[in-house]
């Protein structure tokens, strides 16, 4: 074949994105290297959320990862921006179907101005978006990961938490 990535689209990205190729499972040091790296370069997530009487909404948004909160911003009169100011909790997907990764979190609602313009700034440059010009229907969603799951395959299912109740296990 005369061009390899034509077979295997994947072989240029780093390792942690390509699809797995292994048959035995990662242990869980591996796996939370694995979310961290994730957490740290990749820009969107998908946010899913449910209304006080349990609608389900899933969209993907823009984030930034400061290492213990991820910050995300949306108009606060949207699907996604009512469900979480209601009920204060979110379920976050990074990856692909065969490499995920799952947080739920407790969520806290910012005003724009509320957040330290060094914060915002950052969330800007790193997603090519600033919600700050967006008019006064944003708000900040801030996300404290209190559970945290990671599994590629079946393989995998058995160890995935990596978080409980906000702590590392590993």
């Keep these: 074949m005369d061009n390899p990535e034509a077979a295997d689209p994947d072989r240029s990205a780093p390792a942690v994105l390509r699809e797995p190729r292994t048959a035995g ?3 869980r040091a591996e796996r939370r290297h694995d979310t961290e790296h994730r957490l740290t370069h990749d820009i969107d997530v998908w946010v899913a959320s449910a209304s006080p009487d ?3 909404h899933l969209v993907p948004l823009s984030f930034d990862w400061d290492g213990e909160t991820l910050l995300l911003a ?3 009169d949207s699907p996604t921006g009512g469900n979480l100011t209601a009920t204060r909790t979110a379920r976050l997907a990074l990856g692909r179907t065969r490499d995920v990764t799952t947080i739920e979190g407790d969520v806290e609602v910012l005003e724009m101005d509320a957040l330290p313009r060094e ?7 790193r997603t090519g978006f600033d919600p700050r010009r ?7 969603f801030r996300v404290t990961p209190r ?9 995998e299912m058995s160890g995935r938490e990596l978080m409980r109740d906000g702590r590392w296990l590993v």
């Design 147 to 155: 559970r945290v799951q990671a599994w590629r395959e079946v393989n």
């Design 25 to 27: 499972p990662r242990p």
């Design 134 to 140: 967006s008019g006064p229907q944003y708000r900040w």
């Design 74 to 76: 949306t108009p606060l």
């Design 119 to 125: 914060r915002g700034d950052r969330f800007a440059a």
């Design 54 to 56: 349990g609608a389900p």
